[in-house]
Every structure is written in C-alpha cells, then in structure tokens.
T-cell receptor
Framework: GESVGLHLPTLSVQEGDNSIINCAYSNSASDYFIWYKQESGKGPQFIIDIRSNMDKRQGQRVTVLLNKTVKHLSLQIAATQPGDSAVYFCAENNSGAGSYQLTFGKGTKLSVIP | DSGVTQTPKHLITATGQRVTLRCSPRSGDLSVYWYQQSLDQGLQFLIQYYNGEERAKGNILERFSAQQFPDLHSELNLSSLELGDSVLYFC????????????FGPGTRLLVL
C-alpha cells in the first residue's frame, strides 16, 4: 500500500540554527498531516498539523509546509535547541477512506550540537 | 504529558504466554487507537475503538485482540506470544470532533523471552 516516507534519516544542526525535516508522501488522497516528536523512551508527542486545504501553518518556533503538487511535507524548527533533539515523524490520514488511522513515515533523527 | 496513560510501562514474559496491556484515554476522548512500533516496521496502526465499538482494523494479528470498556479505557490482549512480538505498543486517543488528531501515551515495552 501507499506509505509516507522521509528523505533524511539523520540530521545534525548547530544550536541556534534552523532545522528543516522533510517528508514525502505517496497517497494523493491524504488530506491531513501531522508531525510528531518522539524522545527516547517516550511516546510520540504532537507538534503541529495541517490540512490539505492549506499550504503553511505556523506554531511556536515550528512551521509546517505542504506542497501537494509534489506530495511533500516539511517541518521547520526555528532557533533549534538541545531539547529539540529527538526523532521526528510525519503521519498522514485519508479521512475519505472512512478511517482515521495514521500512516507514519520512518522518522528522522535530529541531533542538536551545543 | 499527553493525558493518555498506559500500564505497564515494561512487561517481560515468555513465548506462548498471554498478556494484557491497558490504556486510559484523555478525559473526554471517545476514540482509542492501538499502534505498535518496531525498528524495521516503524509505527503501525493495529485497531481503533470508538465509544466501545470497533471502528477500524489495521495490521493486527489474529492472536491479538482489543476491547474498549464503558469507562472508555481499552485493553490490548496479546496471546501465543512470539519473540517477534517484542516491540513497543502505544495507544492514542482523540476527541470526537477531530478523530485524526491523536495524542499518544508513553507506551508499553514488551519483551518476550
């Protein structure tokens, strides 16, 4: 079946720099996307979401961009901090399929260098 | 803290045994989702319950089952355990109006010896 994937499995950034984590999805019918952060030994933590009728959404220090033309999703973290070190997952849902299950990508590990 | 609780945090058992994992959703959330997470398969959806009724099934094995009780807590039952069942199990919950926005619990790490 179709699934969500990630371009980069690992990303190292200097503290204070901006981070960009990318995600490619293949199900053109997906209409809802979420970014989760998972720290070691913890469950996925909701960061930000976006619906397919939007192309950008901003939160606190984070921005999600959605490009439906190329089926690409990105998470931008401004002024990256050591506490941002974690694995980041994108997930998608196709509500039109009648189910709200999320399909997850493999994850990108973000390491912040102090 | 997401407000979703799971017990136990760790569970060690033997092959062939049966275990029950418990999940309490956030206050007011009617939907509970179960996922498993492994290094090679990542996070995969198992099953969803809404207000006590099964709503969707994913890649859940026949020897696994789940239920949601009137107080909305849910249990995932794993039987005839195999070594390969040694992964993380997460539950998530969501509000009725936004079922796709799911908040995850801390997970149960199962080790089958």
């Amino acid at each position: 079946g179709e699934s969500v994937g990630l371009h980069l499995p690992t990303l190292s950034v200097q503290e204070g720099d901006n981070s960009i984590i990318n995600c490619a999805y293949s199900n053109s019918a997906s209409d809802y996307f979420i970014w989760y952060k998972q720290e070691s030994g913890k469950g996925p933590q909701f960061i930000i979401d976006i619906r397919s009728n939007m192309d950008k959404r901003q939160g606190q220090r984070v921005t999600v961009l959605l490009n439906k033309t190329v089926k690409h999703l990105s998470l931008q973290i401004a002024a990256t901090q050591p506490g941002d070190s974690a694995v980041y997952f994108c997930a998608e849902n196709n509500s039109g399929a009648g189910s709200y299950q999320l399909t997850f990508g493999k994850g990108t590990k973000l390491s912040v260098i102090p | 803290d997401s407000g979703v609780t799971q017990t136990p945090k760790h569970l060690i058992t033997a092959t062939g045994q049966r275990v029950t994992l418990r999940c309490s959703p956030r206050s007011g959330d009617l939907s509970v989702y179960w996922y498993q997470q492994s290094l090679d398969q990542g996070l995969q959806f198992l099953i969803q319950y809404y207000n006590g009724e099964e709503r969707a099934k994913g890649n859940i094995l026949e020897r696994f089952s789940a239920q949601q009780f009137p107080d909305l807590h849910s249990e995932l039952n794993l039987s005839s355990l195999e070594l390969g069942d040694s992964v993380l199990y997460f539950c998530a919950s969501s509000v009725a109006g936004r079922p796709e926005t799911q908040y995850f619990g801390p997970g149960t790490r199962l080790l089958v010896l």
